[in-house]
């Protein structure tokens, strides 16, 4: 009877041993949580919605009047980087479409673990080996670029009317695209005209939603005061225009509030 005691406090022991490293392996899980990009328009502050389309209401920083028929964008690759220098990767893109406020909130179908990232950033656009990707969602939305120009896809497409030198009102459409000379055949590229949107440090301890804002204004500000009697029109082709824009949209985001 005592050996039958004794192998079962023995088993019993076993038991609880085993039960408590698993206890202490649960423990030692990260957590992961989700994320979800809010992306909000405005205009020197004044927010921008899809109703504000239409009437030409705006003033650039040059002086043109201005208003928005079509505005959207891509942007592709969130990474979060850690204080160590470790960067998690998202190898995801979303088309936003402020014109018909769609996709103004995403959330990427990949988890990311809490912790305190020194860096959240995204890439404006598509880097080069992502716009040589075929993407039947932008294809469908004739965000394509043409062969003769590199094919591949927009960057942005912002359309709109303003009243030029003449007091006569113009269209334009300030095309964003991968920066390219020598259209035809065998077109050359002088830069990368895609670039980094760097929000800053957050701290992640739950499902989050962090706000992206864009002032449209420093589309036409700065380093380059944008002159639509001269840049309105036909700016896919002109690799300067192409390259005054990658300069002047670097200064368009920063990070806005953050819920969790």
């Known amino acids: 009877m005592l050996i039958k005691t004794k192998k079962l406090i023995t088993l019993l022991s076993i038991i609880t041993l085993l039960t408590a490293c698993n206890s202490s392996d649960d423990s030692d899980e990260v957590q992961e949580i989700s994320t979800t990009f809010k992306f909000t328009h405005n205009w020197d502050g004044a927010l921008i919605r899809d109703y504000n389309f239409g009437p030409i209401q705006y003033v650039t920083e040059h002086g043109e009047s201005i208003s ?14 850690k204080a160590n220098g470790e960067q998690i990767e998202l190898d995801v893109y979303n088309l936003v479409d402020l014109t ?16 305190n990232y020194t860096n959240v950033s995204f890439t404006f656009g598509l880097d080069n080996e992502d716009n040589a990707e075929n993407y039947t969602d932008l294809n469908s939305a004739s965000f394509n670029v043409p062969e003769m120009m590199g094919g591949g896809y927009h960057y942005m497409q912002f359309d709109g009317k303003f009243i030029n030198s003449s007091m006569e009102e113009q269209g334009f459409n300030y095309h964003a695209i991968r920066a390219v000379d020598n259209p035809g055949a065998n077109p050359t590229f002088p830069q990368d005209t895609f670039f980094t949107v760097n929000l800053g ?18 589309w036409f500000k700065s380093p380059n005061l944008w002159d639509l009697n001269i840049y309105n029109q036909m700016l896919m082709p002109n690799s300067t225009a192409q390259i005054m824009m990658y300069e002047n949209g670097q200064n368009a985001f920063s990070l806005g509030e953050v819920f969790q």
Request: no cysteine.
């Open 201 to 218: 440090a957050i701290d992640i301890t739950n499902n989050i939603e962090i706000e992206v804002k864009m002032n449209i204004a420093e």
């Open 100 to 115: 018909n406020e769609v996709n103004m909130e995403y959330t990427p179908n990949i988890q990311i673990p809490i912790g």
């Open 68 to 81: 928005f028929e079509r505005f959207r964008y891509v942007i592709s690759d969130i990474i979060f980087t």
